[in-house]
């Protein structure tokens, strides 16, 4: 890995059938693999390939996202929709063979038994079947995302991106508050028709490919795509349940609190986003400057984490300012030729900028390790939920240096964010019921859609009044969730990592130096263990167990009620 200023990474589009072709070769070699030795030589052939290939993906996934309206990276975007399933195709050809292969214990032994119960649930999630399915998902993914990208609305006197909205959605006047719902809303309600179609064709394509490939419907693809090991369907839907039931009665009264706190009796969606009586906590200081404060905390926090952010500024690895034709959302990627990891956000000037850059700082930050320790792409990352844990936890391991952010806002800081982990679950446990309703009853009309997420609503956030606004009043809400038209399924795994993160701002409470010895413990064990696994090690509990999300919702909700008490 050969260091390289982002703008200075060479993209070469790669000749998808060359790769397709060299695939081909290793593969017939793993099937005549005449001992353990050749399989592993192999696999480091894949390793090398894959990585080129990825590492052009990548490039030209984030210089699309950086501007959709790049004709050039947008044509290369459409590219890899097509070619990418292809490819892919063939990579899980590798893994059949590995899997047949009699010499396979060599791989077990060299990577981990892990490696091998990957190949399996990928081998399982896609074959030649569904190719064109998949690249036609692919292309509906980024027809919604270019035309979210695209939002504009005319507001203040301006015209503004959609994230550009959110210091409005906070504001003192209540009116103002009510406006820029309303505003948002009529983007959405104004492209109703395409985003329903978008979807019911997301659904039907979705549930084709799993048809094809012998599941009833999508929800149980989704578990191999998602590459859930240890847990299943049933494990979901009882954390679901724990979350109503424990988490829901804590959040409705957190937020009755906080409605009391600013002086609303009778609250109001748009009045959920206020949440002290002077004002939300916001960061001092524009993009550059909240980036030099980030520098400052990771050059302090440890010897790890100032090597990391020196490598990420010096790379000019961050992306954070929101503009036209910039894509929604934050993300972090990693360019895994240069062992770069690329954080991507739409800053707003709200405390969700500190948020966002802590969290995609924590994959970023375990992306780093696993390239500096050599780890295979497959070996890099665990399960979404466990890389979760990654992000999410730094937001609260970095607590105390979030003065350099909000200064004598801090506190107030701490309560809201810690008030809002708690009130995410049921939220993010609804967005994952809604895709298991509307998976298992592909039938449902857009409207009927809609009622589904009204009545999810009550069922975890009974406290929100929607007050006839547009959008939101319809039932529509869910589709400004990127990650249910583009990263079906996800949502659930951010749910399952803050159990972990709440229990890491617990022992950070107790002892910050042991919690963050255990972090960079777990971070260095990559995609060694299973979602169990890992929150075993750090010593936490694992959320499917009956039990245990309730003592953990109920310290944050004590913590919360001190704060607030002291505020």
Same mark, same amino acid.
């Given at each position: ?110 990577? &981990? ?359 939101? &009043?319809? &039932? ?70 009956? &039990? ?20």
């Amino acid at each position: 890995m050969a260091f390289c200023k982002f703008e200075d990474m060479k993209y070469t589009r790669p000749d998808a059938q060359r790769v397709m072709d060299a695939y081909k070769k290793l593969v017939d070699r793993a099937r005549n693999a005449e001992n353990g030795q050749q399989l592993v030589d192999i696999f480091e052939e894949h390793r090398k390939l894959g990585d080129d290939f990825a590492t052009a993906a990548r490039l030209a996934q984030i210089r699309h996202t950086l501007d959709t309206q790049d004709v050039f990276y947008d044509e290369e975007n459409d590219y890899f929709d097509q070619v990418s399933p292809s490819v892919g195709n063939m990579q899980l050809e590798l893994y059949r063979a590995f899997l047949d292969s009699a010499h396979k214990a060599a791989l077990e032994e060299k990577y &981990g038994a892990i490696l091998l119960d990957k190949m399996k649930i990928a081998a399982a999630s896609a074959d030649e079947s569904v190719l064109e399915l998949m690249q036609q998902e692919n292309a509906l993914a980024s027809q919604y995302q270019k035309l979210y990208a695209g939002a504009q609305v005319e507001f203040d006197g301006k015209v503004l991106t959609l994230p550009e909205l959110g210091p409005y959605k906070q504001s003192l006047d209540r009116n103002v508050r009510k406006a820029a719902f309303e505003a948002e809303g009529k983007f959405f309600d104004d492209n109703r028709e395409e985003l329903d179609k978008i979807y019911t064709q997301m659904i039907e394509n979705r549930n084709a490919q799993a048809r094809k490939l012998g599941y009833e419907n999508y929800v149980p693809l989704s578990y191999l795509r998602m590459g859930r090991l240890g847990y299943n369907e049933a494990d979901v839907k009882s954390f679901r349940d724990q979350v109503a039931k424990y988490v829901t009665p804590l959040a409705h009264e957190a937020m009755k609190e906080q409605f009391a706190r600013v002086g609303i009796e009778d609250a109001k969606f748009y009045d959920t986003t206020v949440s002290f009586k002077d004002g939300n906590p916001t960061p001092k200081g524009n993009a550059p400057e909240l980036l030099a404060k980030a520098v400052k905390m990771y050059r302090e926090l440890s010897p790890e984490t100032a090597e990391f952010i020196n490598f990420m500024t010096e790379s000019n690895l961050f992306d954070l300012e929101s503009r036209k034709g910039k894509a929604p959302g934050g993300y972090c990627e990693t360019i895994p030729n240069y062992g770069a990891p690329f954080v991507f956000s739409n800053f707003n000037g709200t405390a969700g900028d500190v948020d966002v850059l802590t969290h995609e700082a924590g994959h970023a930050f375990q992306a780093w390790i696993a390239a500096k320790q050599g780890m295979c792409q497959e070996l890099a990352s665990p399960g979404l939920e466990s890389c979760e844990i990654h992000s999410m936890s730094m937001e609260f391991l970095t607590s105390p240096w979030h003065h350099l952010f909000f200064e004598g806002d801090t506190d107030k800081y701490a309560l809201a964010h810690a008030q809002e982990a708690l009130t995410f679950l049921p939220y993010g446990c609804m967005v994952d019921e809604f895709q298991h309703i509307v998976y298992a009853n592909p039938q449902l009309t857009a409207e009927e859609r809609n009622e589904a997420w009204l009545e999810l609503e009550r069922k975890y956030r009974p406290w929100n009044d929607f007050d006839g606004l547009p959008f939101y &009043g319809r &039932g529509a809400g869910w589709q400004r969730q990127l990650h249910i038209y583009q990263y079906a399924f996800y949502y659930i795994d951010y749910c399952l990592a803050q159990m972990a993160a709440l229990q890491f701002f617990a022992a950070h409470l107790n002892d910050p130096k042991d919690a963050w010895n255990r972090y960079v413990a777990l971070v260095k064990k990559g995609g060694g263990d299973t979602y169990a696994g890992l929150v075993s090690a750090a010593g936490f509990r694992v959320p499917f167990e009956e &039990g245990a999300i309730e003592p953990v919702a109920n310290q944050v909700f004590e913590w919360v009620k001190k704060q607030n008490q002291k505020i």
